[in-house]
């Protein structure tokens, strides 16, 4: 067994071949990044795709645990969704359509043609509490919106993910300002009739109180201030007022 140990090492590169690894510490790799990521494609392209430990070949532990947490993040929108849908029917009234948008956000990524699908994160969470929006299912908008802001944030789906300093700390923070503010808008905001968007916390005709959205939204929020802490940033401290505005996750 080879190779040089760092107690602050983060990365681990395992190669069966030799049984030898080495250990990268965050700090000595950053300027290397490029050049270690060229190489580990190149290990990986020449290695049998069926080794079950080839999977592994790199391990760094705060990219494991941001993968988890966008897995969760999936999982836990999923079911927010359909605990929406089921307290506010009105926006789509169709179990079989209802069904199949909730597939095409978090799985397929079919989605019906309502003008939003391709709009950023933000401006279709604006049109979700909008007062008359142009597509009247306010609860596929409130859900593709933040689905949506996930992968803007997060984005690691289109490149080789090897450290969590390839997310911009600003992504997450911003992520964290717009789903606070989404969670704060879909109890407070109302239509011109005063009645409130989403019912979320009112009694309905099967005696629940409330469906647990404040449990699921709590959960996300927590996970994103942990990626925020491990990406280096302050825990953030937002305030929110009625004049708050999504904010743009994209960085141009």
Not at 1 to 9: E, F
Not at 11 to 15: I, R
Not at 110 to 115: H, S, Y
Not at 117 to 127: G, Q, T, V
């Given at each position: 067994?080879?190779?040089?140990?760092?107690?602050?090492?983060k990365?681990?590169?395992?190669?069966p071949?030799?049984?030898?690894?080495?250990?990268?510490?965050q700090?000595?790799?950053?300027?290397?990044?490029?050049?270690?990521?060229?190489?580990?494609?190149?290990c990986?392209?020449g290695?049998?795709?069926?080794?079950?430990?080839?999977?592994?070949?790199?391990?760094?532990?705060?990219?494991?645990?941001?993968?988890?947490?966008v897995?969760?993040?999936?999982?836990s929108?999923?079911e927010?969704?359909?605990?929406l849908?089921?307290?506010?029917?009105?926006?789509?009234?169709?179990?079989?359509a209802?069904?199949?948008?909730?597939?095409?956000?978090?799985?397929t990524g079919?989605?019906?043609?309502?003008?939003f699908?391709?709009?950023?994160?933000?401006?279709?969470?604006?049109?979700a509490f909008?007062?008359?929006?142009?597509?009247?299912?306010?609860?596929?908008?409130l859900?593709?919106?933040?689905?949506k802001?996930?992968?803007?944030?997060?984005?690691?789906k289109?490149?080789?993910?090897?450290?969590?300093?390839?997310i911009?700390l600003e992504?997450?923070?911003?992520?964290?300002?717009?789903?606070a503010?989404?969670?704060?808008?879909?109890?407070?905001?109302?239509?011109?009739?005063?009645?409130?968007?989403?019912?979320?916390?009112e009694?309905?005709?099967?005696?629940?109180?409330?469906?647990?959205?404040e449990v699921?939204?709590?959960?996300?929020?927590?996970?994103i201030?942990?990626d925020?802490?491990?990406?280096?940033?302050?825990?953030?401290?937002?305030?929110?007022?009625?004049?708050?505005?999504?904010l743009?996750?994209?960085?141009?």
């Open positions: 067994m080879g190779g040089i140990i760092d107690i602050q090492a990365y681990l590169l395992y190669l071949a030799g049984k030898t690894f080495f250990i990268i510490s700090r000595s790799a950053m300027p290397f990044i490029p050049i270690i990521i060229i190489l580990i494609s190149l990986l392209a290695c049998q795709a069926g080794d079950n430990q080839l999977k592994k070949a790199i391990v760094p532990v705060d990219v494991q645990i941001i993968r988890y947490h897995d969760e993040y999936n999982k929108l999923e927010f969704t359909r605990r849908y089921l307290k506010n029917p009105k926006y789509e009234k169709d179990l079989e209802r069904k199949t948008k909730i597939e095409g956000i978090f799985h079919i989605l019906p043609d309502t003008g699908n391709d709009l950023p994160s933000h401006k279709i969470l604006e049109a909008a007062p008359d929006p142009a597509y009247k299912d306010r609860v596929y908008l859900s593709l919106g933040l689905s802001s996930i992968q803007e944030a997060y984005d690691i289109k490149a080789i993910f090897f450290t969590s300093i390839q911009p992504k997450l923070q911003g992520l964290y300002h717009n789903i503010h989404a969670n704060w808008r879909l109890k407070t905001y109302r239509d011109k009739q005063d009645a409130l968007l989403f019912l979320t916390n009694a309905g005709e099967n005696g629940y109180i409330n469906m647990g959205y699921i939204m709590t959960e996300i929020l927590t996970r201030k942990d925020i802490f491990l990406r280096g940033g302050a825990p953030p401290k937002l305030f929110f007022y009625m004049s708050t505005l999504f743009s996750i994209l960085i141009l």
